[in-house]
Nanobody, 122 residues
């Protein structure tokens, strides 16, 4: 089992920045693919960014503004969010796969955190 705990969410003005963290524990692997998803109220969960040994992937809506990274020594994945917009408001979830391959489908991920709220005021 893998446990994921997100932190770093909060309220920020449009144009501001936040950094989310996802601390992994349990049977973790530095090679496992990990990702961030988000879910706005009344909408489906959507892919934001993913990271694996071979690189990173981003949703078009966040490309150039968000950066995903990981610190394997700390078993932590980060999501640096810059130039935030009101449409970025959502609960952000960290997810991990047993596989090393990045995927954008939430159904492909085996483990999930509890989520952290990000609210961007305009």
């Amino acid at each position: 089992q893998v446990q994921l705990v997100e932190s770093g969410g909060g309220l920020v003005q449009a144009g501001g920045s936040l950094r989310l963290s996802c601390a992994a524990s349990g049977r973790t692997s530095s090679n496992a693919a990990m990702a961030w998803f988000r879910q706005a109220r009344g909408k489906e969960r959507e892919f934001v960014a993913a990271i694996s040994w071979s690189g990173t992937s981003y949703a078009d809506s966040v490309k150039g503004r968000f950066t995903i990274s990981r610190d394997n020594a700390k078993n932590t994945v980060y999501l640096q969010m810059n130039s935030l917009k009101s449409e970025d408001t959502a609960v952000y979830y960290c997810a991990a796969r047993a596989s090393t391959l990045r995927r954008t489908d939430p159904g492909a991920y085996d483990y999930w955190g509890q989520g952290t709220q990000v609210t961007v005021s305009s």
